[in-house]
């Protein structure tokens, strides 16, 4: 069975770029979240939607990161204009529904490097 | 609001030797409680969940048991190998559809 798929695996870019990260989560699953993960700070939770529909951003850092789920097969995450403090490793995850019994499924990561 | 305490690391272990990690959690309602693993360069993936008080999850050797007296749900293995070594995770979840997760614990399984 396919896994949720992000692309790149790798992004390396120059500060004051945009950046687009791009997930396809399992089908059939209704949610979807979007994660950075560092040292300093963990594994935080940026925003989540349900069939397609934004439902939490809260956890979005500003207004250069920006999210959209055009359809239920695909998602991204942009950052406009990128900053250092921005590198990270960006995760996508899925799950099937809303029982709190669902695990959720993560994508391998993008490892993001702005310079 | 809901929130996971887990045990901070790293942990360093010789294989075979007894691994505990420890997780208390504090939420609203009945969550489920999982057990996420991370290897390196890899996303989370579970590793075992229980849905309601006094469940045991297992996998893979691993166990750990749904205590609501405590509000804890400790990770347990008898006889860790080098192949454990990896960043343990452990979340809840609420009926609102998404996961409170704990800090991650490293774990180091030396031969």
């Known amino acids: 069975d396919a896994g949720v798929i992000q692309s790149p695996r790798h992004e390396v870019t120059e500060m004051g770029q945009e950046v687009t990260l791009r997930c396809k989560p399992i089908s059939g699953h209704d949610y979807l979240f979007w994660y950075r993960q560092t040292m300093m700070r963990g594994l935080e939770l940026l925003i989540y939607f349900n069939n397609n529909v934004p439902i939490d951003d809260s956890g979005m850092p500003e207004d250069r990161f920006s999210a959209k789920m055009p359809n239920a097969s695909f998602s991204t995450l942009k950052i406009q204009p990128s900053e250092p403090r921005d590198s990270a490793v960006y995760f996508c995850a899925s799950s099937p529904g809303p029982l709190n019994n669902q695990p959720q499924h993560f994508g391998d990561g993008t490892r993001l490097s702005i310079l | 609001g809901d929130s996971v305490t887990q045990m901070e690391g790293p942990v360093t272990l010789s294989e075979e030797a007894f691994l505990t990690i420890n997780c208390t959690y504090t939420?609203?309602?009945?969550?489920?409680l999982f057990w996420y693993v991370q290897y390196p360069g890899e996303g989370l993936q579970l590793l075992l969940k229980a849905t309601k008080a006094d469940d045991k999850g297992s996998n893979k050797g691993f166990e750990a048991t749904y205590r609501k007296e405590t509000t804890s749900f400790h990770l347990e293995k008898g006889s860790v190998q080098v192949s454990d070594s990896a960043v343990y995770f452990c979340?809840?979840?609420?009926?609102?559809?998404?996961?409170?997760f704990g800090d991650g614990t490293t774990l180091t399984v030396k031969p």
């Open positions: 939420a609203t309602g009945y969550p489920s």
């Open positions: 979340a809840l979840n609420t009926n609102a559809g998404k996961s409170t």
